[in-house]
Structures are given as C-alpha cells and as structure tokens.
C-alpha cells in the first residue's frame, strides 16, 4: 500500500513538472496587449505562421485615447509649422462642404525629412484633434484608424490685396537683377 502511495505522489509530481512547463510554453505563445484596442495591420494571417526576430505583428490603435493624425508636409511648408498651431482636418470619405471639419492642434513635426518617391523629402507631423467624430446626417460617426484626411495648417494672415500682389512682387523683385 506505502508503495503505491509513493507511486501516486511520483506521478502527481511528474503531473505538476508537466503542468508548469505547459504553462510556460502557453505563456511564450500569447501576446498580450498592455492597453485595450483594437488591432490593426495584421503580419501573420495563417496558423501556424512563422514570424522573423522583431518583425512587427500588428499594429495596435488604442482605446479611450485621443485620436490622433499624422500628416505630411512637404519641405516647403516644415519652416512655418509648429507645434501648438491650430489644424483644420477635413476628413476625405465626408464632404467637407456637407459634412464640415474637425479641429485640432499641431502636437509634433519630426526634425528628420523621410525620403519620398513621388513628393521628394517630406516630414510627418502628428496632430490632435478635437473630436473623435464627425456629425453625418444628424448621426455623429467614428473616425476609424486609417481614414484618409487632408490637414490644413493657419501659418500665417494676409489681406485680399497681399494674395493678388505678390506674384507682381515676386516677379518684379526677380527681373530687376543683373549677372
């Protein structure tokens, strides 16, 4: 009887060692997100798929955030945004003459230009806006990851009559010069 009692406590033991590197393989095999939301940009849609060290696997678009943008501006506007400026966002599948705009601010510009090949050197900026929605037929829609928008930045005033002149201006700057 004493004999089998040990056999029993053996394979409880055994049991237990199999248990805790079962846990420990299941704990390598799950991903666990740090915040709530919702996945995006997935890399692996098969079982079973193999992925390379520090490949990225998803991208993950937080819950209960501030939505934010990340623009592009071209090289000859980076010199007249920064952050804190207000931005006028018009979301492209809305109308923005029906459905009007969002506002927002300027968070960041990056100091480094990203090599384009349509739009040459180009820098991304993020900006913040105001609302997660847009009002659409009296139903306020949300703004989902991945909707195409078209950012635009108040740099500077100007009167009517400035706007009409300044290609005069420039022109005649121009031509008065000698080699």
Do not use: C, W
């Not at 079982?47 to 592009?72: F, K, R, S």
């Amino acid at each position: 009887m004493l004999d089998l009692l040990q056999q029993a406590d053996q394979k409880i033991a055994s049991f237990n060692q199999d248990l805790t590197k079962a846990r420990y393989q299941e704990d390598l095999t799950t991903l666990e997100a740090p915040v709530d939301g919702t996945v995006q940009q997935l890399a692996v849609h098969t079982v079973g798929g193999v992925v390379t060290p520090a490949q990225p696997l998803m991208v993950l678009v937080p819950d209960g955030q501030p939505v934010e943008v990340e623009a592009m501006l071209e090289n000859k506007d980076v010199g007249f945004v920064r952050a804190g400026q207000p931005v006028t966002v018009k979301v492209e599948t809305f109308t923005f003459t029906k459905y009007g705009t969002i506002e927002g601010e300027v968070i960041s510009v990056s100091n480094d230009a990203i090599e384009d090949e349509k739009r040459g050197l180009i820098y991304s900026s993020k900006i913040r806006l105001n609302s997660d929605t847009l009002n659409v037929n009296g139903v306020d829609i949300k703004l989902s990851p991945g909707m195409a928008v078209t950012a635009e930045v108040k740099t500077n005033k100007r009167r009517v009559i400035e706007y009409f002149l300044s290609p005069l201006q420039q022109h005649a700057l121009e031509s008065f010069r000698e080699r």
